[in-house]
């Protein structure tokens, strides 16, 4: 049995600190949290055993237990990335194209490579240290049309103990020939890949269409039939990104009332099904996400890039819907969350509204595993949950110093962390309790 504990300044949430259904806005923010100054998290066999301030734990602590005490820094939850293209990271920053040019040029040429199990591997690693550097500990992830490339990926992860979901991209048309599959064919690698992965370790599976321009009604209905016939997986898309892919979406498919109906109609829709950016959707389609449980996964970095549009973060949550955050590398520009909240901010604000540094923690964390369907499992310091975690440094620049040296209140030195924060605020990411080794070569 091992048994750790970390003593310093810990934050974790315990709810939505937008709870619209709360009436008083100051206590909403007050009960979504608990902050502890001078706190102790407590770690038996890579799950969190208790959290407390360390006045009140000290006392019952056996004196064998080794304290690691954490100064000038913050322990919280790890990040939850949750959408993100592990194969595009070497083409991140692609020059000048909105999302279906940028597709052409920039991203089929580069996913081709996976075909080459050797090279998945290689970024596998690369990608899974940058998670780590981040700060990340559980990502939702897409590989390639390869089966290899998923191959590649969970190998990679399970050797470092990760939390990750991912999947095999199903594309069988409007793509290049060297990146499709056929709808039978995807059915079958996707069905093996579940057999193969789903549950070993802390990996899980999702199933992964691309977006509706690039898959048959034939593969959609297949994908459907694999998420009823294995309801734990999860299945991952995109949806409503960009103005001209909306318009191909419908000049598709007729029949269908929106896009989101595209997906409806071949029972994509769930607990466990998430849709990255959904910037443009229509009332109809807000409504079915949130009948449906379904999350959006919220990516600013990305839909500033390709210029896709501002997503509505508080529309979504009028309507109860699960929203995460998403780096979306290779449209994204960073792997940091931290980064991410400092666009979602900024998104936000080109819209008139404000986006709370609370309210970012908790999209960062309790919120991505909400998305996720992974409460009590990941996002938060509840008793049982896994221990992935990470130290934020308040001194991480000599700027951030100077910042922090400022502020009055936890709001304030949170709000400094999105603005300023970047991996360098990233001091150490623990994987259930154990200093994750990141390999930087
Ligand atoms: N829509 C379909 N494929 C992609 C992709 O790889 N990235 C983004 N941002 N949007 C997509
Ligand atoms: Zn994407």
Known sequence: MSVKAFRGEILHFIEDPALTSCQDKAQAEQSSHQYFEDGILLIENGKVKQLGSAEAMLADLEDAIAIEH???????????????????????????????????????????????????????????????????????????????????????????????????????????????????????????????????????????????????????????????????????????????????????????????????????????????????????????????????????????????????LDVAQQHNIKVGLGTDIGAGTSFSLLETLKDAYKTQQLRGKKLDSLQSFYLATLGGARALDLEGTIGNFQVGCEADFIVLDYHATPLMKLRVEQCQTLAEKLFSFTILGDDRAVKGTYIQGELAKINHD
Not at 184 to 204: A, C, T, V
Not at 223 to 247: C, D
Not at 301 to 308: I, Q
């Open 70 to 312: 954490i100064e000038n820094g913050l322990i919280v939850p790890g990040f939850i990335d949750t959408h993100i293209h592990y194969p595009q990271t070497e083409m991140i920053g692609s020059y000048g194209e909105q999302l279906l040019q940028w597709l052409e040029d920039y991203t089929f040429p580069t996913e081709k490579k996976f075909a080459d199990k050797a090279y998945a591997s290689k970024i596998s690693e690369f990608f899974l240290n940058q998670l780590l550097t981040n700060g990340t500990t559980t990502a939702l992830v897409f590989g390639t049309v390869h089966a290899e490339s998923v191959n590649a990926f969970f190998e990679v992860a399970l050797a470092k103990n990760l939390r990750m979901i991912a999947g095999k991209v199903m594309m069988d048309r409007n793509a290049p020939d060297y990146l499709l599959d056929t709808a039978q064919s995807s059915y079958q690698q996707s069905k093996q890949l579940i057999e193969d992965w789903h549950g070993k370790g802390r990996l899980q599976y999702a199933i992964t269409p691309r977006f509706a321009p690039t898959s048959s009604d034939e593969q959609l209905s297949l994908a459907g039939q694999l998420l009823k016939e294995h309801p734990s997986v999860y299945m991952q898309t995109h949806l409503s990104e960009n103005l001209k892919e909306i318009e191909w979406v419908k000049s598709l498919n007729p029949d269908c009332e929106n896009y989101l109906d595209v997906y409806k109609k071949h029972q994509l829709l769930g607990n466990r099904s998430v849709f990255a950016h959904g910037i443009h959707l229509c009332d109809a389609e807000y409504n079915d996400l949130a009948q449906s449980n379904s999350a959006l996964s919220f990516c600013p970095t990305s839909n500033l890039f390709l210029g896709s549009g501002l997503f509505k």
